[in-house]
């Protein structure tokens, strides 16, 4: 496999389910991140990896919590959503935390219900 | 407040002709800027970047315009093609701030009619 891979591709949860999205990367890259794109919003960053440690938060609700294993992997775990968390996650890497150029992921289309 | 802005949602081209999609920023600070394509059921992928110390970048049918002074950028596609249909994303930097600093637009959907 190449590239950056998600899963699961869809999921629904109600507002009281635990689940987790997770991402791999298979192009050596040392940085990782999140992004949450609503209907006819811009991408918004959530969090941010260089190297398995967290270098930014966006003010993200604690209801998500990330978790970098390794350079490789990326997991996003969520508990008591609200249905306006409903989006599409796109995990992204690239080269270094300076490199601008990311590399998606297809993306996990959640709904929250 | 949106610092970058793609003004129009969605933009209608016959196969053939070219396509333009416009983006605005008003943050000056920013110096580097790319252009990333989504098709459905997929991530965005890179297309192209334009750095501020140029204003024009080309790479076979796709070329970026950059005005620092109006603080626009557009993305020309000729000739536009079926393959082309998807959205168009216009992201912005300051050089130096990493991915993590990358602020994008809406996107336009572009959409090519045989």
């Known amino acids: 496999e190449t590239g950056v891979t998600q899963t699961p591709r869809h999921l629904v949860m109600g507002m009281t389910n635990k689940k987790s999205l997770k991402c791999e990367q298979h192009l050596g890259h040392n940085a990782m991140y999140w992004y949450k794109q609503s209907a006819k919003k811009p991408l918004e960053l959530m969090f941010v990896?260089?190297?398995?440690?967290?270098?930014e938060n966006n003010s993200v609700p604690s209801r998500f919590s990330p978790e970098c294993p390794n350079s490789s992997h990326l997991f996003l775990h969520l508990h008591t959503l609200q249905p306006e968390d409903s989006a599409l996650y796109l995990c992204?890497?690239?080269?270094?935390?300076?490199?601008?150029?990311?590399?998606f992921g297809s993306g996990t289309q959640l709904s929250v219900l | 407040d949106q610092q970058v802005k793609q003004n129009s949602p969605s933009l209608s081209v016959q196969e053939g002709r070219i396509s333009i999609l416009n983006c605005d920023y008003t943050?000056?600070?920013?110096?580097?800027f790319l252009w990333y394509k989504k098709y459905p059921a997929e991530g965005p992928t890179f297309l192209i970047s334009i750095s501020s110390i140029k204003d024009k970048n080309e790479d076979g049918r796709f070329t970026v315009f950059l005005n620092k002074s109006a603080k626009h950028l557009s993305l020309h596609i000729v000739p536009s093609q079926p393959g082309d249909s998807a959205v168009y994303f216009c992201a912005a930097i300051v050089a130096g701030g990493g991915a993590d600093g990358l602020t994008f637009g809406k996107g336009t959907h572009l959409i090519i009619q045989p």
């Open positions: 992204a890497s690239s080269r270094g935390i300076t490199n601008e150029k990311l590399f």
């Open positions: 990896y260089s190297l398995e440690e967290r270098v």
């Open positions: 943050n000056s600070m920013f110096d580097y």
